[in-house]
């Protein structure tokens, strides 16, 4: 079953310096009956101004995957953690038990993410914070592990939760497979190009919420560049 949630239809709002759309119910967009993807939470597709971002604020007991499309994204946080990650790299952290942090767009250009929140297996633990590097290079033609809590993701930056944030880079014409188990939870987004999966058609930026399949078959269209949660039920 896929799930296609276009981008026009999906909720959002235009603060001036951010224009956020939500694939899930976030802050004033609410929808009962779109809560979420299994413990995937948070789906924001977000637009920053230059010079201009997030002032310090809270979270707690949520895994927070940032991936950068275009720019970079700055952050800092009261654990005394400091970092910049630039377009195509990924940053988690993991809040715990409770974590203040910025995230700041101190770049000339727009910084446009994905930020995505999926729910901790476990409650309890000490904040923490990582960013690493994933060349598109690296990913052309396959899904790579940005992100992972699962068993074997060597190489990933960690989360603690059963779930796994893959992402590829897909020529046009070209087709990339991703293994789903056996009653397991996706959800895809390319962030550029347009993209058939497994005979569902999606635009860039369009969400595929995708259960029941066991094997996802991804074709560009377009050149696209693909980011997909692969979560428990």
Same mark, same amino acid.
């Given at each position: 079953?896929?799930? $296609? /949630?276009?981008?026009?239809?999906?909720?959002?709002?235009?603060?001036?310096?951010? /224009?956020? #759309?939500?694939?899930? +119910?976030?802050? +004033?967009?609410?929808?009962?009956?779109?809560?979420?993807?299994?413990?995937? #939470?948070?789906?924001?597709?977000?637009?920053?101004?230059? /010079?201009?971002?997030?002032?310090?604020?809270?979270?707690?007991?949520?895994?927070?995957? @940032?991936?950068?499309?275009?720019?970079?994204? @700055?952050? &800092?946080?009261?654990?005394?953690?400091?970092?910049?990650?630039?377009? =195509?790299?990924? &940053?988690?952290?993991?809040?715990?038990?409770?974590?203040?942090?910025?995230?700041?767009?101190?770049?000339?250009?727009? %910084?446009?993410?994905? &930020?995505?929140?999926?729910?901790?297996?476990?409650?309890?633990?000490?904040?923490?914070? =990582?960013?690493?590097?994933?060349?598109?290079?690296?990913?052309?033609?396959?899904?790579? @592990?940005?992100? +992972?809590?699962?068993?074997?993701?060597?190489?990933?930056?960690?989360?603690? %939760?059963?779930?796994?944030?893959?992402?590829?880079?897909?020529?046009?014409?070209? @087709?990339?497979?991703?293994?789903?188990?056996?009653?397991?939870?996706?959800?895809?987004?390319?962030?550029?190009? $347009?993209?058939?999966?497994?005979?569902?058609?999606?635009?860039?930026?369009?969400?595929?919420?995708? #259960?029941?399949?066991?094997?996802? #078959?991804?074709?560009?269209?377009?050149?696209?560049?693909?980011?997909?949660?692969?979560?428990?039920?």
């Amino acid at each position: 079953m896929i799930i $296609r /949630k276009p981008f026009e239809a999906l909720g959002g709002a235009d603060h001036g310096w951010l /224009k956020a #759309r939500h694939h899930f +119910s976030f802050a +004033s967009y609410y929808d009962p009956k779109n809560m979420g993807w299994g413990p995937l #939470r948070v789906w924001n597709d977000d637009e920053i101004a230059p /010079k201009s971002g997030f002032p310090p604020h809270p979270h707690n007991d949520m895994e927070i995957i @940032t991936y950068v499309r275009e720019g970079a994204i @700055t952050h &800092q946080d009261s654990m005394g953690n400091k970092g910049r990650t630039v377009a =195509g790299d990924v &940053q988690v952290m993991s809040a715990g038990t409770g974590i203040r942090h910025s995230e700041y767009n101190l770049e000339d250009e727009t %910084t446009r993410i994905f &930020q995505i929140w999926i729910e901790p297996t476990a409650t309890g633990d000490k904040p923490s914070w =990582g960013a690493k590097p994933f060349p598109r290079g690296d990913r052309a033609g396959k899904f790579v @592990t940005l992100a +992972s809590g699962l068993a074997g993701d060597e190489g990933a930056l960690p989360i603690r %939760t059963d779930a796994r944030v893959a992402g590829a880079t897909i020529k046009a014409g070209e @087709t990339a497979e991703y293994e789903l188990g056996e009653g397991r939870y996706a959800y895809l987004v390319p962030a550029t190009g $347009r993209i058939d999966v497994n005979g569902v058609a999606l635009n860039a930026r369009d969400g595929a919420a995708i #259960r029941e399949e066991k094997v996802l #078959r991804i074709t560009a269209v377009q050149d696209a560049e693909i980011v997909l949660v692969d979560t428990a039920a």
